[in-house]
T-cell receptor, first 115, second 114 residues
Framework: NAGVTQTPKFQVLKTGQSMTLQCAQDMNHEYMSWYRQDPGMGLRLIHY???????DQGEVPNGYNVSRSTTEDFPLRLLSAAPSQTSVYFC??????????????FGPGTRLTVT | AQKITQTQPGMFVQEKEAVTLDCTYD???????LFWYKQPSSGEMIFLIY??????QNATEGRYSLNFQKARKSANLVISASQLGDSAMYFC???????????FGTGTRLQVTL
């Protein structure tokens, strides 16, 4: 199993550009999430999904869009990049089943810089 | 709303000693889960330990144990016999309702010295 994979590892964007961060998992997890990590802070939830076709907003959703057409993939779209979106982005997946005890498996992260 | 507070920005511990990293949480949900993650300088997030709100016993995983005091709303991580490889950032996190939504604290940077 590759686990949770993210591409690209690094990206530099100019203000106003758009791009998609890719996330895929091969563990057949129903739950997937996107977090951002800013310096000196913990991870903050951007969007999450509890299954294909179902997404919802997290704590900091503005400026980001997601969709979940398959169980495996959960791309994050930046609509019009801003310097405030400079961060490290983590994708995560976990089992479902109605319990909150399942650990989230994290991808290696994407370091994004917006100039 | 859920909140996790980690009040120790940095901690030092000597090799082979035990160390406690503090975590307090706030939620009105009676059912929740508490997690600890390790983030080494390479950046990946490594799951360490989990405690459920209804679990009667404190969770343990090898050298890691979680000191769960429900009345105080605290979930401190205890690392026994520290090793140099334990030097990293440590994050406390909480989930309520679904495991896909974690709320994180700001982290504690642990340095293990000789």
């Amino acid at each position: 199993n590759a686990g949770v994979t993210q591409t690209p590892k690094f990206q530099v964007l100019k203000t106003g550009q758009s791009m998609t961060l890719q996330c895929a998992q091969d563990m057949n997890h129903e739950y997937m999430s996107w977090y951002r990590q800013d310096p000196g802070m913990g991870l903050r939830l951007i969007h999450y999904s509890v299954g294909a076709g179902i997404t919802d907003q997290g704590e900091v959703p503005n400026g980001y869009n997601v969709s979940r057409s398959t169980t495996e993939d959960f791309p994050l779209r930046l609509l019009s990049a801003a310097p405030s979106q400079t961060s490290v982005y983590f994708c995560a997946s976990s089992y479902s089943g109605g319990r909150d005890s399942y650990e989230q498996y994290f991808g290696p992260g994407t370091r994004l810089t917006v100039t | 709303a859920q909140k996790i507070t980690q009040t120790q920005p940095g901690m030092f511990v000597q090799e082979k000693e035990a160390v406690t990293l503090d975590c307090t949480y706030d939620t009105s949900d009676p059912s929740y889960g508490l997690f600890w993650y390790k983030q080494p300088s390479s950046g990946e997030m490594i799951f360490l330990i989990y405690q459920g709100s209804y679990d009667q016993q404190n969770a343990t995983e090898g050298r890691y144990s979680l000191n769960f005091q429900k009345a105080r709303k605290s979930a401190n991580l205890v690392i026994s016999a520290s090793q140099l490889g334990d030097s990293a950032m440590y994050f406390c996190a909480m989930s309520t309702g679904t495991a896909s939504k974690l709320t994180f604290g700001t982290g504690t940077r642990l340095q293990v010295t000789l």
